[in-house]
């Protein structure tokens, strides 16, 4: 998969059938949930000038099934000498992340077929 200038290998794991050779879709949606809150974070300490070392982001996913819905757990890890009320901002911050707002909203999709020109 090319994703701009950058190349990137997804896969699943062998038991389910692939090679393993990268992470599957499923984990790269929560890799992109949690570095997006994440940078979404650090970008506001910046702003504020605060220092964010120790915090950690950590996203597990369940894929939906029948009747339940996705579901995801997000972990902010924060350093323990963190005051309550920069913690707090930061969770809010968190919640505002654009893949986070994106799961959280409406989604809809367009889909359609195009046939690719063999090169001769």
Do not use: N
Not at 33 to 42: F, G, R, Y
Not at 70 to 94: H, N, Q, S, Y
């Amino acid at each position: 998969m090319r994703v701009r200038q950058h190349q990137l290998t997804v896969d699943e794991p062998e038991d389910v059938g692939g090679s393993d050779t990268g992470p599957s879709p499923q984990e790269l949606l929560a890799a992109s949930l949690a570095s997006c809150t994440a940078i979404t974070m650090q970008m506001y300490a910046q702003r504020k000038g605060w220092d964010l070392a120790g915090v950690e982001v950590d996203c597990e996913y369940s894929p939906a099934e029948r009747g339940c819905p996705t579901k995801f757990e997000l972990v902010l890890r924060m350093p323990e000498t963190m005051d309550d009320e920069r913690v707090e901002r930061l969770r809010v911050i968190a919640a505002k992340c654009p893949i986070h707002r994106t799961l959280d909203g409406e989604v809809m999709f367009h889909e359609r077929v195009e046939r690719a020109q063999l090169a001769r």
